[in-house]
């Protein structure tokens, strides 16, 4: 899959240097020259990774993680700056970048960083779906004090106990699943 990068610099001859060494790596590279650009540009077609220089002639790179984390765009940013200073660094981080990478810039290096930096993200957001799932299947599925709900239950209760087959038939968004997985909990199979 190729993976989309906006690269945010005001620098003309650095946007052209990262643009053509990423394009070359095999990143689809959107480019931008400003914190306002960048945020067309994330609206437009969400990038998998942001690379933003820290220093803009509109903002800083601090403006865009506040635009990203008030509209909840979860993607990774690293913020390059010509600026080394470990305060900046600890409050890119606060501010949610994934990493605070001084230029000038080790092509290569920063290609690593941008595939691991992927890699973490992908892994962190099938750990949350997988962590919402897991949630959402061990709720109890009978919620409600109607009597047809007490019945659902101790129907369900007798037929998880028995070693037996089961077909549950019903209209479509009624639940078939969600009997299916509480059944197979409640049985000695589970």
Same mark, same amino acid.
């Given at each position: 899959m ?7 610099d005001?620098?003309p001859?650095v946007l052209?240097?990262?643009t053509?060494g990423?394009k @070359?790596e095999?990143f689809?590279?959107? +480019? +931008? ?9 994330? %609206?437009?077609? %969400?990038?998998? #990774? #942001?690379?933003?220089d820290?220093q803009?002639?509109d903002?800083? +790179?601090?403006?865009? !993680?506040?635009?990203?984390k #008030? ?5 990774p940013v690293?913020?390059l700056?010509? &600026?080394?200073?470990?305060?900046l ?10 990493q ?7 092509l290569? !290096?920063?290609?690593t @960083?941008?595939h691991r930096?992927?890699?973490?993200f992908r892994?962190l957001q099938?750990?949350v779906?997988?962590?919402l799932?897991r949630?959402?299947y061990?709720?109890?599925?009978? !919620?409600g004090t109607?009597?047809a709900?007490r ?8 037929v998880a106990? +028995?070693?037996?087959?089961v077909?549950i &038939?019903?209209?479509t968004g009624?639940g078939?699943g ?7 909990? @409640?049985?000695?199979?589970s």
């Amino acid at each position: 899959m190729e993976e989309r990068v906006l690269l945010v610099d005001d620098d003309p001859i650095v946007l052209d240097f990262l643009t053509e060494g990423l394009k @070359m790596e095999g990143f689809n590279v959107t +480019a +931008a020259d400003s914190v306002s650009r960048a945020i067309l540009e994330v %609206q437009k077609a %969400q990038p998998s #990774i #942001i690379l933003s220089d820290y220093q803009l002639h509109d903002g800083t +790179a601090f403006d865009l !993680l506040a635009w990203l984390k #008030i509209r909840d765009f979860r993607l990774p940013v690293i913020v390059l700056t010509g &600026q080394v200073r470990i305060d900046l660094a600890v409050e890119a981080i606060k501010n949610g970048a994934e990493q605070f990478i001084p230029k000038p810039v080790d092509l290569s !290096l920063l290609i690593t @960083m941008l595939h691991r930096a992927l890699d973490n993200f992908r892994n962190l957001q099938k750990t949350v779906t997988n962590k919402l799932e897991r949630a959402r299947y061990e709720r109890d599925p009978f !919620l409600g004090t109607s009597p047809a709900i007490r019945e659902l239950k101790n129907a369900a209760k007798r037929v998880a106990e +028995a070693n037996s087959t089961v077909l549950i &038939q019903g209209e479509t968004g009624t639940g078939k699943g969600v009997l299916a997985r509480a059944l197979h909990k @409640m049985g000695s199979r589970s």
